[in-house]
């Protein structure tokens, strides 16, 4: 097939590339390309997958569900140099989510004829789909794959090829087009160079139709087979000045795809020429901007990808490109991106008591009405309230002194109806500095708020469930001042708070050690998480919900 590319675009993009080698010279090996392995969490299995193709065995790290209900399943992909034991920042979350997930090896690092988007790659790809379905709850048709870097190339490869109707793809960082990622690498005296050689050559001269067999670039786009999926492209402006992967290599991607579904060429030669008018694609002119400036200096100032700016983003149908201010990398938050399935048809009436997590745009509760679509939730969270203080003098912020009011203005807003569950998510605001010496307090006003709910004629007569939520951590650095020590008040106060809401009736949903590992991916102050980060605290309190159907 001809080679899928530009000539004229690259061309310009190798002169920008030459006159500023001598800085490109001095690149260490990306931290995404990282192959030291990891001791893996006890929640994570070692698993041998045998290969439909030959017979081999591939390994993989599984992780299943603890869940009674159907969770997504996440393939995560090693990056070019790695293997199934690389570590994975992939996977605090995964924790956090409780979702399913396998870490294949597709024949370990790149560099062997039998790796490097073989057909074997393809393969054990959706071999260990096929495994992950079998061993664990996952949803078969909640089946997301995601890479970085050399990972990135695989899902891309996935995307072009695997039979599996898989929901979406993400490819950070990707390679699209081994034979240019070739001469880039030699012109940048990159390893890289040499496992290209060694996968596709037999010698020391590239088989480029071999290469080109390889590159997503050039593959068939399977229409039919895709027409249902999303596939995320992102990649870091900076990539290919500080990373291994000029940003050409995702842009020509998402221009080809785009481009076939509008004008049905392959050919990003034909493509190329519409991209000039046509602002579903990206023009050569931009791409000479993006490459040259690194950054747009007509950006829209209103989009961001968790606080990075967007440099330039389109969209065609189910395939999007994001262009975002960072380097060779695939964002922390990044399966805050995945388009899973949501929602869930469950009918009740919730009352929810918070503090701000609870109130703000996005919160925890604004999450809960968006995934349980047929029920009916009455917040009355308010920012600022504790358990029992008088927080920044002002008594409506003390739930314990108002709670008898709160509970007799829910009953007015349900009017007949009776409430299915209490759900209440309070503690923080207690743990502030200022009430550092008053802990012993919070725990009695803990206890007898928690009184106060069920002696309450809203729980008498009609007993709800109730539950409660425990606070979520606060970092530990870098925060305001009034939340220093907040995040090992709560860490202490966890036990006695689980004690005493067990004994009164309450389920517990420990959400604080779920999200230690994870809560600056969202939360920018070190204390109230994004939109993506909240959405863990509505799935656990969902989670108890549909125990209780």
């Known amino acids: ?34 192959t030291s392995g990891t001791t893996w969490n006890s929640a994570f299995q070692k698993v041998g997958i045998p290969s439909t193709a030959d ?4 390994e993989a790290y599984l992780h299943s569900s603890q869940s009674k209900t159907r969770k997504p399943l996440i393939v995560s992909l090693h990056t070019w140099s790695g293997n199934y034991t690389q570590a994975d920042p992939l996977t605090n979350e995964i924790l956090a989510r409780d979702w399913n997930y396998i870490h294949p090896d597709f024949r370990g690092k790149n560099g062997s004829p039998e790796s490097t988007g073989s057909p074997l790659v393809i393969s054990d790809i959706e071999d260990a789909i096929q495994y992950a379905l079998k061993h664990t709850n996952a949803d078969p048709e909640d089946v997301h794959i995601i890479g970085v870097s050399g990972g990135g190339y695989a899902a891309l490869e996935a995307y072009m090829n695997i039979r599996y109707p898989v929901k979406s793809f993400s490819a950070w960082a990707s390679i699209s087009d081994l034979e240019a990622w070739y001469w880039e690498s030699r012109g940048r005296k990159q390893k890289y160079a040499a496992d290209i050689l060694k996968a ?47 940003i050409t290599q995702s842009i020509n991607m998402y221009n080809r795809l785009a481009g076939e579904l509008k004008y049905g060429f392959s050919n990003l030669d034909q493509i190329m020429p519409r991209a000039a008018t046509d602002t579903n694609l990206v023009s050569e002119k931009e791409i000479i901007s993006l490459v040259t400036k690194r950054m747009n200096p007509d950006y829209d100032k209103k989009a961001s990808l968790f606080g990075r700016n967007i440099w330039l983003s389109r969209e065609y149908q189910n395939i999007s490109l994001t262009i975002f201010e960072g380097t060779h990398e695939q964002l922390p938050q990044a399966l805050g991106l995945i388009p899973y399935n949501k929602t869930t048809p469950l009918e009740y009436n919730i009352l929810t008591l918070g503090d701000s997590n609870g109130e703000i745009k996005d919160g925890w509760v604004d999450q809960l009405k968006k995934m349980l679509p047929r029920s009916n939730i009455v917040n009355i969270s308010k920012s600022g309230r504790t358990i029992g203080f008088n927080n920044l003098g002002k008594k409506e912020l003390n739930e ?7 509970l007799d203005q829910a009953q007015q807003k349900t009017g007949s109806r009776k409430y299915d569950f209490i759900v209440v998510c309070l ?4 743990t502030k500095a200022e009430y550092a010496d008053r802990q012993n307090e919070v725990v009695a006003n803990f206890e ?42 709560i860490a202490r106060l966890i036990h006695q708070f689980t004690a005493i809401a067990i004994q009164k009736g309450f389920k517990v949903i420990d959400v604080y050690h779920p999200l230690l590992g994870i809560l600056d991916y969202y939360s920018r102050d070190g204390v109230h998480m994004a939109g993506a980060g909240q959405e863990i605290v509505a799935s656990r309190i969902i989670e108890e919900l549909q125990k209780s159907r």
């Not at 080679?3 to 061309?11: F, M, P, S, V, Y």
């Not at 314990?400 to 709160?406: K, M, Q, R, T």
């Not at 503690?427 to 207690?430: C, E, F, L, V, Y």
Request: include cysteine; aromatic fraction near 10%; charge should be positive.
């Open 448 to 489: 007898q708020l928690l009184k106060k709910i069920k002696e309450h004629p809203l729980y008498r007569k009609t007993r709800p469930q109730l539950i409660y939520v425990t606070p979520p951590p606060v970092r530990a650095t870098n925060i305001e001042a009034k939340y220093v020590g907040c995040t090992e008040r």
């Open 427 to 430: 503690g923080t605001n207690d």
């Open 200 to 246: 596709v050559s037999k010698d020391t001269v590239l088989n480029r139709d071999e290469a080109l067999r390889r590159s997503p670039l050039a593959q068939k786009y399977p229409h039919e087979l895709r027409k249902d999926a999303r596939l995320y492209i992102y990649e870091g402006v900076n990539d290919g000045y500080d990373g291994s992967v000029p």
């Open 1 to 34: 097939m001809k080679l899928l590319r530009h000539a004229k675009t690259i061309l310009i993009i190798a002169f920008f590339f030459l006159g500023t080698m001598s800085a490109l010279f001095a690149q260490n090996e990306p931290a995404w390309d990282n």
């Open 55 to 58: 017979g081999k065995v591939q």
């Open 400 to 406: 314990l002194a108002n709670i008898d009011s709160f």
